[in-house]
């Protein structure tokens, strides 16, 4: 059984950093893609980072130079560490794993077999 944890979110000024933290047990992270998406209200859950198996990343342009998305494999974590945070970046915020073997990741969260709980994250201006 696949269980995601994250934690870290919080209430932070315009201009502020954060830094998710997602915790995995029943699978091995080394080997799975991983994939942080966020949902604002009334909005879609929309793609925020990946990283694939093999440890590539990639990021939406919106939050491309300011997010940084890495993996600690003896942790069996992934993060996401958010700088220069703006207004807009308020939402929900979850990790999810693509449960194929050396995935890829996707953008797409359909390709996502399994989700956290999310991790509410506010930034006022």
């Known amino acids: 059984q696949v269980q995601l944890v994250e934690s870290g979110g919080g209430l932070v000024q315009a201009g502020g950093s954060l830094r998710l933290s997602c915790v995995a047990s029943g699978r091995t992270l080394s080997s799975s893609a991983m994939g942080w998406f966020r949902q604002a209200p009334g909005k879609e859950r929309e793609f925020v980072a990946g990283i694939s198996s093999s440890g590539g990343t990639y990021y939406a342009d919106s939050v491309k130079g300011r997010f940084t998305i890495s993996r600690d494999n003896a942790k069996n974590t992934v993060y996401l560490q958010m700088n220069s945070l703006k207004p807009e970046d308020t939402a929900v915020y979850y990790c999810?794993?693509?449960?194929?073997?050396?995935?890829?990741?996707?953008?797409?969260?359909?390709?996502?077999?399994?989700w956290g709980q999310g991790t509410q994250v506010t930034v006022s201006s």
């Open positions: 999810a794993l693509d449960s194929r073997i050396y995935g890829l990741g996707s953008r797409r969260p359909e390709v996502y077999d399994y």
